[in-house]
Structures are given as structure tokens and as C-alpha cells.
DNA sequence: CTGATGACGGCGC
DNA sequence: TGCGCCGCCATCA
């Protein structure tokens, strides 16, 4: 039966390719965090994680800019190029980007309940 | 092995 | 809301 997952390793390189299909599938307009993709990712408490992945990342089709803090803040210094770029590409998704913040989902909200089976 | 670093998170004030 | 402190994880000097 397929009912097992293996245990989460996080060192082996399946952990980088299970973050990035966690963020291929954020769909267009909408956001998440680093930890919620960690988890949908099953790799609780690896925000860190995601973000390393991501800064190695190279893919420009990857929806790295929907990733954000837990907060809801983008994870740039205010002032560096790749905010910037991030705040284009997030109203491109017609998210609405308020002093370099979004209005991040709730975790216990339908979406997220789908997506975390826990 | 120890300490520093980073696209983080949660809590307290 | 803003800020600081501390915890956590993985990597590197």
C-alpha cells in the first residue's frame, strides 16, 4: 500500500525537490509562508530550509516571490533590487503589496486545512 | 568542535 | 504595529 510515507530526512536532496513542488504549487494571486511550505513540504520546523533552497534556486518560472515571511513581510531588505522584483512580480499576480507586505492567509483557512493534512 | 550566518518563526513588551 | 530576544536548522570558516 502507498498509505507510508518514508520518514522526512531533511539532508537527503528529495527534502529540496518536495519544497520546490510545494512552491510550484502555490497557485497565481495567492501567497504562503516559509514554515507553511516546509510543512506542505513535510519538513515541519524547516522554514530555514526552504529559504536556502530558495536562495540556490535558479529557476525563473519557480513563484519564489509568493513566498513570504510568516508575518506576511517580504523576506528583502527593504531597499535591495530582488524586494523590488518581488513587490512587481506579486502585483503581477494582482496580489496587493502594502508597504512591502501582504495579507497573508490563515493557516486554519479551507486552503491551507487541504493542504495540511497533518 | 565552536562560533557565525541566513530569502525564518514565535513570544513578549 | 514595530522591535528585540531567543530558538531552530543547515552550512561554513
Given at each position: 500500500m502507498l498509505t507510508r510515507m518514508p520518514k522526512p530526512a531533511a539532508s537527503m536532496p528529495s527534502a529540496a525537490a518536495a519544497i520546490l513542488a510545494a512552491i510550484r504549487a502555490v497557485?497565481?494571486?495567492?501567497?504562503a509562508g516559509?514554515?507553511?511550505i516546509a510543512r506542505r513540504a513535510g519538513l515541519?520546523?524547516?522554514a530555514r530550509?526552504?529559504?536556502?533552497v530558495l536562495s540556490g534556486n535558479t529557476d525563473r518560472e519557480l513563484p519564489w516571490h509568493r513566498i513570504l515571511r510568516s508575518d506576511g513581510?517580504?523576506?528583502f531588505?527593504?531597499?535591495s533590487p530582488a524586494f523590488a522584483e518581488q513587490c512587481l512580480r506579486l502585483r503581477a499576480d494582482?496580489?496587493?503589496v502594502r508597504n512591502g507586505r501582504v495579507r497573508l492567509p490563515r493557516e486554519d483557512s479551507l486552503d491551507a486545512a487541504?493542504?495540511?493534512p497533518r
Open positions: 497557485p497565481r494571486g495567492q501567497v516559509y514554515g507553511t515541519p520546523g524547516r530550509l526552504v529559504a536556502r513581510r517580504i523576506a531588505p527593504p531597499d494582482g496580489v496587493e487541504v493542504w495540511s
